[in-house]
Structure formats: C-alpha cells, structure tokens
T-cell receptor, first 113, second 113 residues
Framework: ELKVEQNPLFLSMQEGKNYTIYCNYS?????LYWYRQDPGKSLESLFV?????AVKQEGRLMASLDTKARLSTLHITAAVHDLSATYFC?????????????FGKGTHLIIQP | NAGVTQTPKFRILKIGQSMTLQCAQD?????MYWYRQDPGMGLKLIYY???????DKGEVPNGYNVSRSTTEDFPLRLELAAPSQTSVYFC????????????FGQGTRLTVV
C-alpha cells in the first residue's frame, strides 16, 4: 500500500526566507504531483514530476523528484505572502491498484510580512 | 471554460438520509474521480471511472455508489448518510490516467447531523 508523508505539516516563515517541504512515499511510484489549496478552495495543480531527477520551476517554487530515495521536495525561494496556502504532494503507485492518487496530509504554510 | 462543476456547494443531511452529489466536466475527459477530504488531512480516493460505463473502487468506497452513463457526468450517491461521511468532497477529471494533470472541482461541503 502506497503511503505518502509530508513534513513539516505546519510551517510559519517570514517573507524573504527560503524553505523546503519534503514528501516521502513508501513504495515505487512513477509520478509525483504537487498541488496548492487556498482555504475553502479547490486544488490547483502546481507540478507533475514524471521521472527520476525531474526538476520543475514556476516563479518562486521549484519541485524535484528522486525516485531512488522516494523523495520529492518543494523549495520556496524568497517567500512572499501570496504563497501562503496548504501544499499537498500526491503519488501514483506504479504497481497497479486504483487509478488515482495517494495524497499526503498537506503542509500548511503561513508566510508573515 | 467551466471545467469541472460540482453541485451543491454545501449541504446538511440528517443521519439516514440519502443524496447525490453531482459532478460534470466539459473537457471531454475520460477519467473522473471522487475524493473526500477530512479536516487537516489529504484527499482519499472514493471511486473512479476510466470511461462511460466503467467504474471502480478507490481507497474508501464504503457507503457510496457511483455511475457513469455519459462521459460528462459522474454522480456520487450517498445512501443512509452517517456522521462519518461529514467531509468535503472533490470531483476531478483528466484526459488520461494519472501521469497527466487532473482538474478539480470546487468541492461540496457535506455535514451529516
């Protein structure tokens, strides 16, 4: 059974600082996703990572995937208040089973001025 | 573009009542999914469908039923609602299986009292 763990689950940081959110998954996964969720809103797709060593960047966010370590990271550079949200990673098991995603519990990120 | 549309946005049910959560997408996606999100948690897959007439169970299917008579619609039926079904329900769709971006609806917040 695929399990996805994120840490930290809660993060308060100041504007201008850098930080990394970690996402570990328990079994082989062939793809990893990052989503953003604002309070009371739906999920917005940020990144889809499809191969070992994949790195994608959008603005102040950069995501990477290491399939050998079963680890994905979401790095925030020079954080700004607008990035405050809950960030979820999700993985798909390449070993069959339901064709859907397994989500982590989410990282609630607060960026203070 | 409407994308994925869910109705209703909010609903309060009494224990033992039944209801159908509606989901429609206008992107001609083959794959559709139902997830539930409990407070402070990630999303869990309830049911999914890979095309009209084909549905399958996800991680937490008990207490729910689905049907997929058309490509566009994927309703979720709750029979005999229980307090444990209090959650936010998200419908999602994608043009292929996981490995491509999934688009999420705005969610239905359901409370069972």
């Amino acid at each position: 059974e695929l399990k996805v763990e994120q840490n930290p689950l809660f993060l308060s940081m100041q504007e201008g600082k850098n930080y990394t959110i970690y996402c570990n998954y328990s079994t082989t996964s062939d793809r990893l996703y990052w989503y953003r969720q604002d309070p009371g809103k739906s999920l917005e797709s940020l990144f889809v990572l499809l191969s070992n060593g994949a790195v994608k960047q959008e603005g102040r966010l950069m995501a990477s995937l290491d399939t050998k370590a079963r680890l994905s990271t979401l790095h925030i550079t020079a954080a700004v208040h607008d990035l405050s949200a809950t960030y979820f990673c999700a993985a798909h098991s390449s070993g069959g089973g339901a064709d859907g995603l397994t989500f982590g519990k989410g990282t609630h990120l607060i960026i203070q001025p | 573009n409407a994308g994925v549309t869910q109705t209703p946005k909010f609903r309060i049910l009494k224990i033992g009542q039944s209801m159908t959560l509606q989901c429609a997408q206008d992107m001609n996606h083959n794959y559709m999914y139902w997830y539930r999100q409990d407070p402070g948690m990630g999303l869990k897959l309830i049911y999914y469908s890979v095309g009209a007439g084909i549905t399958d169970k996800g991680e937490v299917p008990n207490g729910y039923n689905v049907s997929r008579s058309t490509t566009e619609d994927f309703p979720l039926r709750l029979e005999l609602a229980a307090p444990s079904q209090t959650s936010v329900y998200f419908c999602a769709s994608s043009w292929a299986g996981t490995g491509v971006e999934a688009f999420f609806g705005q969610g239905t917040r359901l409370t069972v009292v």
